[in-house]
């Protein structure tokens, strides 16, 4: 099956820090890439879809100064955590399409810990 | 709104038994598609199936199968034979079927099934 590569698997951080999660998919084009947040022994809940090219869509409540998002090209997403800070700390999932027909492949994961 | 119900918040059973996790869902559209992920405690997603709506076939696939039931918009996962590696968190997802965009999905919250020796 398809492979989603989300880079780095663990960080831990420094408050006040910003922190660069990246998403690629390695053997197909993903027009659309969303990025979820998952608290411990909790659900998947989406953050922001972001298409090729375009701006990515947040969620209600998701605040897109803190969780900056670009999807500059059709295989590479980042989530980039701006001033980190301890509630930050949590496990972040991508998963990229390769179209509306397809299933999503989701990358390994990043567990962030803001200390 | 969509919405995705697992009732079942965590599952215990002995190895070689059987066991279905339930799925209910809720969507106003006519086309879309319900899928499976399987979370092992590493972290990984681990697809397992997608099954369009107008799809109603039961699939299996090994040890997995599916159980499709529109009329009941519920969509059960029964895992025989159950064995440790089984262990894992598992979700149950919907999307919508929309042209020129991929969806998102929406997740259950999830059911953690233990299977022990």
């Keep these: 099956g398809a492979v989603v590569s989300q880079h780095p698997s663990r960080v831990i951080c420094k408050s006040g820090t910003s922190v660069k999660i990246e998403c690629r998919s390695l053997d197909f084009q993903a027009t659309t890439m969303f990025w979820y947040r998952q608290f411990p ?9 972001s298409n090729e090219g375009s ?30 800070h301890p509630e930050d700390s949590s496990f972040y999932i991508c998963s990229a399409r390769g179209g509306p027909y397809t299933e999503a492949f ?9 200390v | 709104a969509q919405k995705v119900t697992q009732a079942q918040t965590e599952i215990s059973v002995v190895e070689k038994e059987d066991v279905t996790l339930d799925c209910v869902y809720e969507t106003r559209d006519t086309t879309y598609y319900l899928f499976w992920y399987k979370q092992p405690p590493s972290g990984e997603l681990v697809f397992l199936i997608r099954r369009n709506s107008f799809d109603e076939q039961n699939e299996i696939s090994g040890r997995y199968s599916w159980n499709f039931q529109k009329s009941t918009s519920s969509f ?9 590696v089984d262990s894992a968190v598992y979700f149950c997802a919907l ?23």
């Design chain 1, 106 to 114: 989701f990358g390994q994961g990043t567990r962030l810990t803001v």
């Design chain 1, 41 to 49: 022994k909790k659900s998947l809940m989406l953050m922001a879809t």
């Design chain 2, 95 to 117: 999307s919508e079927a929309r042209t020129g965009t991929a969806s998102k999905l929406t997740f259950g919250t999830g059911t953690r099934l233990q299977v022990t020796l």
């Design chain 2, 76 to 84: 059960n996962f029964t895992i025989t034979a159950s064995q440790v």
């Design chain 1, 55 to 84: 701006k990515a869509t947040y969620e209600q409540g998701v605040e897109k100064d803190k969780f900056l998002i670009n999807h500059a090209s059709l295989t590479l997403s980042t989530l980039t955590v701006t001033s980190a």
